[in-house]
């Protein structure tokens, strides 16, 4: 199974992000999960190594350098989620399914 987590300004946003995202890819066979943490948790969650992508929101891309960083320090990829990724109807969802997809496509 692989983890993903969503790093937003509050979680709010990212945990609907997150469930709808998680559910297709139930819909789609993957044994993918997707969480979500506020941006103060962001380097913490990184530094503990618990899951194999974290995903910075557009409204926390102020933060990715820094949450980079420490991606970098301990192994683990941390990308930008582009705005159209991060809207939470079936497009959207489709878009940062594809976006995480893409960032495992050698490892499923």
């Keep these: 199974m692989k983890k993903v987590l969503i790093i937003c300004a509050a979680g709010m946003s990212s945990s609907l992000m997150a469930k709808k995202t998680t559910e297709f890819f139930k819909s789609k066979g993957y044994d993918i999960t997707v969480d979500a943490v506020s941006a103060n948790e962001g380097n913490k969650m990184i530094e503990k190594g ?35 990724a991060y809207i939470p109807v079936p497009m959207g969802i489709e878009k940062l399914g594809n976006l995480i997809l893409n960032e495992f496509s050698n490892q499923l």
């Design 50 to 84: 618990d899951f194999d992508l974290f995903l910075v929101s557009p409204q926390t891309k102020m933060y990715y350098q820094k949450l980079k960083e420490t991606g970098d320090r301990v192994g683990k990829p941390v990308v930008n989620i582009p705005p159209q």
